[in-house]
């Protein structure tokens, strides 16, 4: 089919609604650079995105920007659990080892949450990172659960090459207006900002700083509650401590 | 829930800021994520809860849009793409993916993902949803025929074909194609947007 034949249909190709044999033409017009086709949709996407302005404005919930910065990876401030089995089989690894041994129904809660793994991506690449930072031959862990006088509970997987993962359990969500901060602490020198994360609502967290970390010359890392916005130091007094007392390989 | 006109958000779809934006988004600067979902967040969100008519299901789909557009960003031209059109255009396709059946998808949709290709949002009308322009396309719906309305609301909003219409409304083909192109007339007419 020629251009000529195919303007009448430009408009409903960029509606999403051409048939065949129209929509594959367009296509393949557009696919072999044809500039008047070309032409012809862009001003079919022009009026059909002026269509939007037709639906009554609607207000997302205020955790929507936060949920997207997260499962970008932007900002690491809440765990969505993911919308495939294989990010379901990567939590249920996860969790049955991390959290199993403390909490024996972490098993059939993991299972539980199945269910709610529908829509969402990046949580498999992140949980992917995890498992890539738990099993790296140079990983040191450090379980800051021993000593703490109360919880949370949970571990510091330190690899020199990938970055920090915490995962904690008992860490009660924070409450609205501030998130948690984890810490980087050097044997010498200041504190420096590892990422905000949020527990969920069961109190577990899953938070990850990516990059290339001086495992000799970390002393420790900390988490403390701070201001939504994060801080430059800690303001807050530490809730998780994990001394990093062994050497780097020590796995 | 529905108190503030779209029109309001629409002002924010096309500003003298894009190119930063976009620059800023393909260089992975943590905060332009957030800008971008402070710009379009409530737009793609009153689409696509429009369209699926399910507030959570609807957040789930603003997410894979934004997901979208961050991990596409890259084929966007900085200074010729229009990102607001190109996300309210991935923003409406996710909700179309989500209302079609797989048979539906089978039968006869188009490949969304063409309709996406950044290409197609460069050298765009750079004011294309102005906030006067939003207000004359509602103008300009009203100005339909009612039937004209009914098949231009069943394409945007839940992606019917004409023959879908066809049997929806209980009329020949032929009937709902000419409402279409009336009704795409009208629109074009009004608001000034010149013919493919």
Known sequence: MNCEELRDHYDLYALGIAEEPECSEIAAHLERGCEACRKGVQKAI???????????AAEPSAGLRRRILASAGVETRRFPWAPVWAAAAAFALVAAVYFGFEYQRAGEEALRLESQLRQEHG?????????AIISGPNTQETDFSAGQPRPPRGKVFVNPGQGVLLIASNLAPAPLGKLY???VIPKTGKPAPAGLFQSEANGTAIHIQRGAVDVAATAAVAVTLESEQGAAQPTSQPLIVAQLSRPAGGR | MFALPLIFFLNLLSTPGDAELVERLKRRDPKALGQLYDRFGRVAYSVIVRMVRDASIAEDLVQETFLRVWTRIGSLDTQKGSIGVWLVTIAR???????RSAAARERHAPDLEKIERPSLYQ???????????????KSAMEKLSPNQ?????????????QSDMAERMGQPLGTVKTWVRAALNVLRSEMGVAAP
């Open chain 1, 46 to 56: 022009e009026l059909s995105a002026l269509l939007a302005s037709t639906a009554p």
């Open chain 1, 123 to 131: 949580e498999v690449a992140r949980l992917n990172e995890a498992l």
């Open chain 1, 181 to 183: 901060e984890m810490w």
């Open chain 2, 93 to 99: 396709n996710r909700a179309l993916d989500y209302l």
């Open chain 2, 123 to 137: 050298d765009l009308e750079n004011d294309i949803l102005r906030s006067d322009s939003s207000r004359r396309v």
């Open chain 2, 149 to 161: 309305r009914q098949v231009i609301e069943f394409a945007y909003f839940e992606g019917l074909s």
